[in-house]
Antibody
Framework: EVQLVESGGGVVRPGGSLRLSCAAS????????MSWVRQAPGKGLEWVSG????????GYADSVKGRFTISRDNAKNSLYLQMNSLRAEDTALYHC????????????????WGQGTMVTVSS | QSVLTQPPSASGTPGQRVTISCSGS????????VYWYQQLPGTAPKLLIY???QRPSGVPDRFSGSKSGTSASLAISGLRSEDEADYYC???????????FGGGTKLTVL
């Protein structure tokens, strides 16, 4: 079964850091680009960041640029999001998503989604 | 406020045809593909339409997508109660060098 499972969420104080992980299974991980998409409570979807198959190309939303870093470890079939200088507005459910186009891109159809991991930034 | 503009709500009765619009600009919808996602309450989003009008396997042909200029539409025919969900459009934006989602449309089946 093709599956994405996120972990690493939690409660953190403003200015703190957190590292999210996304474990992939059921498909050849390094054949695909990946992205992170978040959803604040009661709000819509927001693309956060994306990475191509080998990590050589990455992209970030303006709202997280300079604070978040996306990476991947193909040997471990895992995607990561390092989040620093967290703000209250980063509070959201963070989903990882597989990118349909194949390897050398990080935006196209998000054809597989994980259930998400919740990040709460609060003092 | 999203750069891709969707109506916040839409509604229809069972069997009816409804459309949801997504309005953008030349830097996003006008020059890139549009995607549509369905999010049922309490679940992760699901890909409904990709590259303007393509349906993934398993998505009923009651769902269709179209694009014209800087706007796109999702049409749902033969409306069913299980179609009650939030619907989001998405596109790449060349000016932002980032992806955008619309604000979402909550579809109610009356």
């Amino acid at each position: 079964e093709v599956q994405l499972v996120e972990s690493g969420g939690g409660v953190v104080r403003p200015g703190g850091s957190l590292r999210l992980s996304c474990a992939a299974s059921g498909f050849t991980f390094d054949d695909y680009g990946m992205s992170w998409v978040r959803q604040a409570p009661g709000k819509g979807l927001e693309w956060v960041s994306g990475i191509n198959w080998n990590g050589g190309s990455t992209g970030y939303a303006d709202s997280v640029k300079g604070r978040f870093t996306i990476s991947r470890d193909n040997a471990k079939n895992s995607l990561y999001l390092q989040m620093n200088s967290l703000r209250a507005e980063d509070t959201a459910l963070y989903h990882c998503a597989r990118v349909y186009c194949g390897g050398d891109c990080y935006f196209d159809a998000f054809d597989i989604w994980g259930q998400g991991t919740m990040v709460t930034v609060s003092s | 406020q999203s750069v891709l503009t969707q109506p916040p709500s839409a509604s229809g009765t069972p069997g009816q045809r409804v459309t949801i619009s997504c309005s953008g600009s030349s830097s996003n919808i006008g020059s890139n593909y549009v995607y549509w996602y369905q999010q049922l309450p309490g679940t992760a989003p699901k890909l409904l339409i990709y590259r303007n009008n393509q349906r993934p396997s398993g998505v009923p042909d009651r769902f269709s997508g179209s694009k014209s200029g800087t706007s796109a539409s999702l049409a749902i025919s033969g409306l069913r109660s299980e179609d009650e969900a939030d619907y989001y459009c998405a596109a790449w934006d060349d000016s932002l060098s980032g992806a955008l989602f619309g604000g979402g449309t909550k579809l109610t089946v009356l």
